[in-house]
C-alpha cells in the first residue's frame, strides 16, 4: 500500500503535510479483504501545525491517521474506555518540591504514544485517502489493526496500561498508591499525564514552565491568553487604530452574576462555551485569580444572556493587561504544608431570584500551599444548603481538607521511599487558616453542640487527623484570608495584596 499522487496534488493537505506510507505513520495496519460480518471504521486524516509554545512559531506540519471512534460500540469493540491521568496536585506538587529542594527534572514527550502498544480486540477500518492497494480496487479492502491508533475511544487506556506496565515490570518503577499516575525507581520519581511525563523532578500540558536563576519557577500560558482575547475580539489586528481598554480585576466588584432571566440573550458575538473552556484550562493551569469569574460564568453556560457575554469581555480585558502573568513558585522553606479556606454564606443571594434554591447556597473556596507554594485552589458552590455563617465556612473546612489530605499521603509516601525532602518531622503537618471562630471551634472542639447536630459525618471525616496533631486548626484575620478571592469578586487593593501572596505578583 502507498500514497496514490498520480493525480496533481499540489495543493492536497496529505502532501502539504507529508503524509507518507513509512513504518512510523502505516506499521500500525494490515491490508486484508472485508470479513463477514464486520463493522468497518472510517479512515480520518488529522492535520496539525504544531507550534512552539513560546514562540508560536510553527515547527512542522504534522498529518496523522486516526479511526473515527464514535462509531465505536461498547461491548463489542471494547469494553472500558476510562483512563488516569495525573492531577495538577501532583504535578505542582512536584514542581514545587523541585523548586524547595533544588531537584533536577527532565520533560519527556512520546513520540507516536498510543500506536506503541498493541491494539486489544479486532478492529477493521477503511482504507484512507490517498493511498491505493498494489492490486485490484482500495474499495474492496480494509486495514486490520495490530496497533493502538488515536481515535478509538479506548486508546487512551490500552497506551496507559501498556506504559505502566513497562515502567513497573521492565524499567523497575514502583506504582503510587495515594496517585495511580505517580511512580517512584530509588530516588527518581515520574508524573505521567497521557503521553507527557516529568521525570524527578519545561513545557508541560501547555503551560510554560520557566526556572529562574533564583530558583523559583514561573508558570505562565500567555498563548491561550492570546486565543482567549482574539476569540473574544479584544485582538489588536481586528481593533486596528483602536486602543483595547484593559481591565485591573477579573471581574466588577460592585455587580453580581444572576440568572438575569429578563435580560436579553447573548448575541453569539463569540463562541461563549469555547471562550469559557479555555478559560477554564487557564484558570486551573496558572491563574487562580479567575477561578471565581470562570466558574459564575460557567453557571449560566446553558443559557446565557447578555450580562454573561459582558462579564467574559470583562474577563478578556483583564487577561489582556495581564498577559505575561502566571503563577510564581516561590518557596518559604520555613512553612510546610498550609491551606487557607473561606466561604461566603449565601452570598449569591438575590431578592428578584428569592425561590431559586442556588442564590441560598453558600460559596467556598480554598488554596492549598507547600512551603508557600500554591499547589491546588478552587472556588465552588456548595453542594447543600448551610443555615449559618458557621455551617458554610465548616462545610468549605471539610472539602479542602478532602484535597489536602492525600498531598499529605502523597509527600509522606515520598519520604518513605527515602526522597530528600527537607524537614525534620517524620510526618507532614498541616496549618489550616480559618477566620470564623465557629468553624474554628468546631473543628478544634468536638463536643455536642444543638445548633450544629445535624451535619453529617462527611463533613467530619478530617477529626482524626486533628485529635493525632497532624492537623492544626488556626485562626487568621480577614484581612490575610489568602483565599478571600475565591469566594466573591473583589476590588483592585484587595485583588493585588492578595495576588502578590498566591501568585507571587
Same mark, same amino acid.
Given at each position: ?203 508541560? &500540558?501547555? $503551560?510554560?514552565? @520557566?526556572?529562574?536563576?533564583? #530558583?523559583?519557577? +514561573? ?6 491568553? !492570546? ?109 510546610? &504544608?498550609? $491551606?487557607?479556606? @473561606?466561604?461566603?454564606?449565601? #452570598?449569591?443571594? +438575590? ?6 434554591? !442556588? ?147
Amino acid at each position: 500500500m502507498y500514497p496514490h499522487d498520480e493525480d496533481p496534488m499540489l495543493q492536497d493537505p496529505l502532501m502539504a503535510y507529508k503524509a507518507t506510507a513509512d513504518k512510523d505513520t502505516m506499521y500500525v495496519h494490515q491490508a486484508m479483504k472485508q470479513p463477514e460480518k464486520s463493522t468497518i471504521l472510517p479512515a480520518v486524516w488529522q492535520m496539525k501545525r504544531k507550534r512552539d509554545i513560546r514562540t508560536q512559531e510553527i515547527k512542522k506540519h504534522k498529518a496523522r491517521l486516526n479511526i473515527d471512534g464514535f462509531r465505536m460500540i461498547q461491548g463489542v469493540h471494547y469494553e472500558q474506555n476510562y483512563a488516569p491521568v495525573a492531577s495538577w496536585n501532583s504535578i505542582r506538587t512536584m514542581l514545587a518540591m523541585t523548586a524547595v529542594h533544588e531537584w533536577h527534572t527532565k520533560q519527556l514527550d512520546y513520540v507516536l504514544a498510543f500506536p506503541q502498544a498493541p491494539s486489544k480486540g479486532r478492529l477493521y477500518m477503511k482504507i484512507p485517502r490517498g493511498f491505493q492497494i498494489d492490486q485490484g480496487k482500495s474499495e474492496d479492502y480494509l486495514l486490520e489493526l495490530k496497533k493502538n491508533l488515536y481515535g478509538t475511544k479506548n486508546a487512551g487506556r490500552i497506551w496507559n496500561q501498556y506504559l505502566t506496565d513497562k515502567l513497573v515490570k521492565e524499567v523497575g518503577f514502583t506504582q503510587s498508591e495515594v496517585e495511580e499516575c505517580v511512580f517512584y525507581k530509588g530516588k527518581t520519581m515520574c508524573v505521567l499525564y497521557t503521553d507527557d511525563s516529568i521525570i524527578a523532578g519545561q513545557d508541560f &500540558l501547555g $503551560v510554560n514552565i @520557566d526556572r529562574k536563576d533564583d #530558583g523559583s519557577i +514561573h508558570l505562565t500560558q500567555p498563548h491561550l491568553i !492570546d486565543q482567549i482575547i482574539k476569540d473574544l475580539g479584544l485582538d489588536d489586528e481586528k481593533n486596528k487604530g483602536h486602543v483595547v481598554k484593559t481591565k485591573e480585576t477579573p471581574a466588577s466588584s460592585s455587580k453580581l452574576l444572576t440568572k438575569h432571566t429578563d435580560s436579553p440573550e447573548f448575541d453569539n458575538q463569540f463562541t461563549y462555551r469555547s471562550v469559557l473552556g479555555k478559560c477554564n484550562y487557564l484558570e486551573k493551569g496558572s491563574r487562580s485569580d479567575i477561578a471565581y469569574i470562570v466558574y459564575q460564568c460557567a453557571r449560566f453556560s446553558s443559557n446565557p444572556k447578555k450580562e454573561h457575554g459582558e462579564a467574559l469581555k470583562w474577563l478578556g480585558r483583564y487577561l489582556k493587561g495581564t498577559r505575561d502573568k502566571g503563577t510564581i513558585i516561590r518557596p518559604n522553606q520555613k512553612q510546610e &504544608l498550609e $491551606v487557607y479556606v @473561606d466561604a461566603s454564606f449565601a #452570598g449569591d443571594w +438575590h431578592p428578584e431570584y428569592g425561590q431559586d434554591e !442556588d442564590t441560598a447556597r453558600s460559596r467556598h473556596g480554598y488554596i492549598i500551599q507547600y512551603s508557600n507554594c500554591p499547589i491546588l485552589w478552587k472556588s465552588s458552590l456548595q453542594g447543600e444548603i448551610t443555615l449559618s455563617s458557621t455551617e458554610s465556612e465548616y462545610t468549605g473546612l471539610s472539602y479542602a481538607l478532602r484535597d489536602a489530605i492525600p498531598i499529605m499521603q502523597l509527600i509522606d509516601e515520598m519520604k518513605q521511599y527515602s526522597f530528600p525532602i527537607k524537614s525534620a518531622e517524620a510526618k507532614v503537618h498541616c496549618r489550616v487558616f480559618e477566620d470564623n471562630s465557629g468553624a474554628l471551634e468546631m473543628a478544634s472542639l468536638h463536643k455536642y453542640r444543638p445548633r450544629t447536630k445535624h451535619i453529617c459525618t462527611k463533613l467530619h471525616h478530617f477529626r482524626l487527623y486533628v485529635t493525632s496533631k497532624r492537623i492544626s486548626i488556626h485562626p487568621i484575620k480577614t484581612d490575610y484570608q489568602r483565599a478571600d478571592y475565591l469566594t466573591k469578586p473583589v476590588n483592585d487593593t484587595v485583588l493585588k495584596r492578595l495576588g502578590k501572596l498566591v501568585m507571587g505578583w
